[in-house]
């Protein structure tokens, strides 16, 4: 029997994983990726009697490799709150789904395990950009303002890092750095202990997001605004949680941040106004390789010559939804 842990590479994904295996200890085989890679599960060689665990991916995106494991005989624990599409009806599958655009996987795990590493939990809930869930999920930690930073910060870095169109562009691949906070049953444990982790994601978030902060909107209204980034590591490693710092800034508008890629198409990562966190998913999924959910939602490659076609999509669509 083998065990896999499949999981997306963001601090979501992440901080559900570390909750599952502080709580349930052992040995697996770990399947992730950049934050985009989200078909993960198809590279999983099951056999009967394989447990696997499968957290903060698309089960619509994974469908075809959820029926194969569950025919070869694995089991599979399935958690996620993104699109799920129909859910399959099978004896050895255990899913937790909910996708409201309040909660994340980690709260989900959080719920599950009956908040053993809750401090976890509302780590990768900040990650996420969901800041009032967080915080609602840290009320009975008792924590300090300057705790519920740290914690925040922390999310944001470790999400920071997901983003890129390979894993050359992060500092850590998600499964090392996965690695790296798997053995601290709290997370302030492991920023008072692997300085040289924590700081290395710092000082690269601040290093990227000073250089966004020096690009302007390529178009901006009152109800969406585009941002185009060059095709630069930063660039691509900053999207995501750029556009996470341009929602909490403007919180009535939407924002699509768009990071040019080597073939000249374009990355985007799309944000709902935080005050209307519907609709992302929906304008995504109207091209071939968009998806998400309600609050946050991308396309992976956008071709060069729908540019135009996308902003005025993109505008329009916020601009009558508000």
């Known amino acids: 029997m083998a065990v896999w842990d499949v999981f997306n590479g963001d601090a979501d994904g992440i901080c559900s994983l570390v909750q599952m295996r502080n709580a349930n200890p052992c040995e697996s085989t770990l399947v992730t990726g950049v934050k985009r890679d989200i078909a993960l599960l198809s590279q999983v060689?099951?056999?009967?009697?394989?447990?696997?665990?499968?957290?903060?991916?698309?089960?619509?995106?994974?469908?075809?490799?959820?029926?194969?494991?569950?025919?070869?005989?694995?089991?599979?624990?399935?958690?996620?709150?993104?699109?799920?599409?129909?859910?399959?009806?099978?004896?050895?599958?255990?899913?937790?789904?909910?996708?409201?655009?309040?909660?994340?996987?980690?709260?989900?795990?959080?719920?599950?395990?009956?908040?053993?590493?809750?401090?976890?939990?509302?780590?990768?809930?900040?990650?996420d950009n969901l800041k009032k869930s967080a915080i609602a999920a840290a009320k009975p930690l008792n924590l300090t303002q300057s705790q519920l930073d740290q914690l925040e910060n922390l999310g944001i870095y470790i999400n920071y890092n997901g983003y890129g169109s390979?894993?050359?562009?992060?500092?850590?691949?998600?499964?090392?750095?996965?690695?790296?906070?798997?053995?601290?049953?709290?997370?302030?444990?492991?920023?008072?202990?692997?300085?040289?982790?924590?700081?290395?994601?710092?000082?690269?978030?601040?290093?990227?997001?000073?250089?966004?902060?020096?690009?302007?909107?390529?178009?901006?209204?009152?109800?969406?605004?585009?941002?185009?980034?060059?095709?630069?590591?930063?660039?691509?490693?900053?999207?995501?949680?750029?556009?996470?710092?341009?929602?909490?800034?403007?919180?009535?508008?939407?924002?699509a941040v768009l990071t040019i890629k080597d073939n000249g198409n374009y990355l985007i990562s799309v944000r709902a106004p935080l005050n209307n966190k519907t609709g992302a998913d929906e304008l995504c999924r109207q091209f071939p390789t968009g998806g998400g959910r309600a609050a946050a939602a991308g396309v992976n490659d956008l071709p060069a010559d729908q540019l135009s076609q996308f902003i005025g999509q993109f505008t329009d669509f916020f601009t009558h939804r508000n």
Not at 89 to 94: A, F, R
Not at 241 to 255: F, K
């Open 45 to 127: 060689e099951a056999t009967a009697g394989d447990q696997i665990t499968v957290l903060d991916v698309s089960m619509d995106k994974n469908k075809e490799a959820l029926l194969k494991v569950l025919e070869q005989g694995a089991e599979v624990f399935y958690s996620d709150h993104h699109f799920a599409g129909d859910i399959p009806e099978h004896k050895n599958l255990t899913s937790l789904i909910n996708t409201a655009s309040d909660v994340c996987t980690s709260l989900l795990i959080n719920g599950h395990l009956q908040g053993q590493y809750a401090e976890w939990a509302v780590t990768g809930a900040f990650g």
């Open 166 to 255: 390979n894993l050359e562009d992060l500092h850590f691949h998600p499964a090392e750095l996965y690695r790296q906070v798997a053995n601290y049953a709290s997370p302030f444990a492991f920023i008072e202990d692997n300085r040289e982790a924590f700081e290395k994601l710092e000082q690269g978030y601040h290093a990227d997001m000073s250089s966004a902060a020096n690009i302007g909107p390529q178009s901006a209204t009152d109800a969406a605004a585009v941002f185009v980034l060059p095709n630069e590591a930063w660039a691509r490693r900053v999207s995501g949680v750029y556009s996470n710092d341009l929602a909490n800034s403007s919180p009535d508008r939407a924002h």
